[in-house]
């Protein structure tokens, strides 16, 4: 493929965005019908092949919850989550009944307040599409939604996950060697609020956006592989907001930094990492294309034990195939326990399976999860595997 211009690749993202909002309403995708315009839109054989096969098959209709509606009318406040467990036994096949594939495909049906969902069965399968029946003509009818991307429902609740998604959680080791840093702060203060001016080292030239923002931070507590016991990285205590003023300047490299929040203590030694883009909460769940087998790290708000809607940190990430909006089942290794039938012998207890995980935010070692159900106590150390 020809390399495009800057103006032509906007132009075509520009179209596509157009023909998607038209067609998005009826469930056809529009990469299927807009040839790909760049590198970055490009869908590989395989993705159209994977995204043919679960619109054309559907799912068999003993996966669908007892009291799945025939049709829903999408409302302010839904998320996917909540509609695929009004429509599966398992929420996480939602891909296979809606027909829809993978983010990475960069071109996801979006669900907006307002769309009716009508549910398609047909032959022992079962369908969902933005239009009644599965055959007949369908008229396309152009229209603007303002503001589409955002007005779209999301995935999971975002004030469950809100400070996680933009504020560094668990560092590792390399980060923290690396991170620039606070070396001095005016002599009247010890610790800095807002507005203050702050100098720091470790700010690389080709970072040092005058106007760039950068979180403050501080490692505080080591979190610890549960099954190694060795640690996967530092929990950062987020401290505040510091905004550069003026890049590395002298012998010693010093940055110029003004605080724009402050919310711990700040001073010297605090530590920098720039302010990340905030993570998306619009993906589809989905089990794992892999299987994975790890352990729940840490708890969010408990210390060895939880429940539901609390995140917890996984000591598995993408380097286990993990990616957001995969699903995971939650399980307990079975007990020892004695059967007194047989002279107190020692017996082990099935596994127990007791809640899903969604992952939201992916690191190489590391992943967080909202854990979505859960009938039993969250416990670190519990199993984190690939549903079934």
């Known amino acids: 493929m020809r390399d495009l211009t800057k103006e032509q690749a906007a132009s075509g993202r520009r179209l596509y965005a157009f023909t998607h909002a038209i067609l998005g309403a009826v469930g056809v995708t529009a990469a299927a019908c807009v040839p790909a315009l760049a590198a970055d839109l490009a869908v590989t054989p395989a993705q159209h092949a994977e995204a043919q096969r679960v619109a054309q098959q559907g799912i068999a209709t003993s996966e669908l919850a007892p009291n799945a509606p025939s049709q829903y009318t999408v409302r ?62 369908v008229k396309l009818t152009p229209h603007v939604r303002g503001d589409a991307e955002n007005a779209a429902i999301l995935s999971i609740p975002a004030k469950d996950i809100e400070p996680f998604l933009i504020r560094p959680l668990v560092v590792d080791e390399g980060t923290l ?30 970072a040092a956006a005058v106007g760039g923002d950068w979180q403050a931070f501080r490692p505080v507590t080591p979190v610890y592989d ?9 929990e ?15 012998p010693s490299g010093v940055s110029t930094l003004r605080v724009t929040q402050a919310q711990q203590e700040m001073g010297v030694g605090t530590l920098l990492l720039p302010q990340p883009m905030r993570e998306s909460v619009r993906y589809m769940p989905r089990a794992p294309e892999t299987q994975v ?40 290794t079975g007990e020892v326990v004695k059967d007194r039938t047989e002279g107190n012998r020692d017996i082990v207890l099935p596994d127990e399976r007791y809640g899903l995980a969604f992952v939201f935010r992916v690191f190489p070692g590391v992943s967080y999860a909202l854990v ?14 690939s549903p079934r």
């Open 76 to 137: 302010k406040g839904d998320t996917l989550w909540g509609i695929s467990g009004q429509y599966l036994r398992q929420p996480w096949r939602w891909p296979e009944l809606w027909g829809m594939n993978r983010q990475q495909i960069r071109n996801p049906h979006l669900i907006y307040p307002g769309q009716v969902l009508y549910l398609i069965l047909r032959d022992g399968r079962a369908w969902l599409s933005t239009t009644p029946g599965a055959n007949g003509t």
């Open 177 to 206: 060697a690396t991170s620039a840093r606070i070396v001095a702060v005016p002599e009247s203060h010890v610790y800095l609020g807002r507005d203050d001016t702050a100098y720091a080292r470790g700010i690389a030239p080709d």
């Open 226 to 234: 549960p099954v190694t016991g060795r640690i996967l990285g530092y």
């Open 236 to 250: 950062a205590e987020y401290e505040g907001n510091v905004r550069l003023t003026r890049g590395p300047e002298g």
């Open 293 to 332: 087998d790890g352990r729940i790290a840490k708890v969010y708000g408990g210390v060895q034990y939880g429940g539901a809607k609390q995140v917890v940190v996984l000591n598995v990430g993408s380097n286990a195939g993990l990616e957001p909006g995969h699903v995971l089942a939650l399980s307990r």
């Open 372 to 385: 979505t159900d859960a009938s039993n106590v969250i416990e670190v150390g519990d199993r984190v595997i």
